[in-house]
């Protein structure tokens, strides 16, 4: 469910080519209406040969993207008004994670893709089998403001999930100051539902925005939703081999690595070895993921000496493997288990097309950058929207990440 490179292959990997734009020198001022008139002109050219070399617009190459879909994630308008207009299709998903173009212009963050792939057809309650998000639901996760407030312009339901049962002021809430328009948009359009609750911090105080409190639908509304959608994408997991085990025993024996009960494992797998490797449980997730969320050292040490396979993925939410977990979460001793085992350090998850270091950097978790650069981890790659590890560690990353990044690149240079 990944796309593994190995490091030491070409950086790019395949996709609708980027669109380079190249004037020849003219004298008038570069802001000049004739100047910006000749760009479009050139751009729209370039656009158009591209285009037409591809052939079939609606083609997925090998990673599973089609035309339309990396066009819509990077907000490439250009290429996408054209893309539709040659007819490319807004349903068709992502082979391998699912999402149309639309959810993949609410990971990105264009309103102006949203408002074009609706204008054009595109879904606004349409589920991302992966995760069950709607694109409303998408953005709000991705905190791309703009991109929730073009969807609830368009008339997205607000009251949709995600599989886990989050809701989108759930999401918008996690930063209310970056989400402010979305979280006074929600507000409202709770405010008039019948089953909208009053939200509260931790201390009971009521939340307020505005000058007045904030609404959400209730969680029995919210549970529903997530039993809907978990049942929408049931088919789908069901066709997956072997089927994730929903049995009793194996969710108890998620419990039991999550709550790092080695004595309880050991016993399972003493019992039946083939454990170690079976997915299931609402996620469909393994016993070394959730040990690697919990930084359960010795039931990872445990389920790895046993022949756990540290790069087999979930199945929901995000569709990656335990060293995505242990970078999320800052596990540097488990990360570093799992690279010994063979884990694979340039995978880039389906969601979003980011590495384990991608994920480092941005929770700023250095100590796992460490391992994974020691590891070969490659800081070039990009995620779907273009954006690669080294870029976020430049723009985005801590000073502690940026000292490891600082102390590894100089080294290497002077090799």
């Known amino acids: 469910m990944l796309i593994s490179l190995d490091p030491f292959v070409s950086m790019q990997i395949p996709h609708f080519p980027k669109l380079e734009y190249t004037m020849p020198y003219a ?16 751009a729209s050219s370039v656009v158009a040969a591209r285009i037409a070399a591809i052939g079939d617009v609606n083609a997925a190459d ?19 008004r ?27 963050g264009s309103a102006e893709a949203i408002r074009r792939l609706v204008a054009a057809g595109a879904s606004l309650e349409a589920i991302w089998p992966m995760n069950g998000h709607t694109p409303l639901v998408e953005a709000t996760f991705k905190n791309n403001s703009e991109a929730a407030l073009a969807l609830l312009d368009a008339g997205a339901d607000p009251a949709k999930t995600s599989i886990r049962g989050v809701g989108t002021m759930d999401f918008a809430m996690r930063n209310p100051t970056l989400n402010h328009s979305v979280v006074r948009r ?3 359009m709770f405010a008039k539902r019948p089953d909208a609750v009053e939200r509260k911090d931790a201390q009971g105080t009521r939340v307020i925005v505005d000058g007045r409190p904030v609404h959400d639908i209730s969680s029995s509304v919210k549970a529903d939703a997530a039993t ?61 993921i959730l040990a690697a969320v919990a930084g359960r050292d010795d039931v990872v040490r445990l389920l790895l000496d046993r022949g756990a396979d540290p790069n087999l993925t979930e199945i929901h939410p995000m569709g990656v493997h335990a060293l995505f977990k242990a970078a999320i979460f800052g596990h540097a001793a488990i990360a570093q288990m799992l690279v010994d085992a063979g884990a694979h350090v340039n995978d880039q998850g389906l969601a979003n097309g980011m590495t384990p270091l991608h994920d480092a950097v941005l929770q700023g978790r250095s100590a796992v950058v460490r391992v994974l650069l020691r590891a070969t981890a490659r800081a070039d790659l990009e995620d779907y929207t273009g954006a690669t590890a080294q870029q976020f560690a430049r723009e985005r990353g801590s000073e502690a990440v940026k000292a490891v990044f600082n102390e590894f690149f100089s080294r290497t240079t002077e090799r």
């Open 27 to 42: 004298p008038r001022a570069p802001d000049s209406a004739a100047s910006r008139v000749g760009a479009r002109v050139n």
């Open 186 to 188: 929600l507000d409202l």
């Open 62 to 80: 090998a990673t599973g993207m089609r035309p339309l879909l990396r066009a819509a994630v990077r907000g490439d308008i250009e290429t996408l």
């Open 228 to 288: 809907r959608i978990f049942a929408a994408v049931a088919a789908r997991d069901a066709q997956i081999r072997p089927t994730p085990r929903q049995d009793q025993v194996f969710l108890d024996l998620l419990a039991a690595a999550d709550r790092g009960d080695l004595e309880a494992i050991k016993g399972a797998i003493d019992a039946d070895a083939k454990v170690v490797n079976q997915r299931g449980g609402k996620l469909g997730t393994t016993l070394l």
């Open 82 to 108: 054209a893309l539709l207009a040659a007819g490319a299709r807004v349903d068709l998903p992502h082979t391998k994670s699912g999402a149309q173009a639309i959810h993949m212009a609410a990971s990105g």
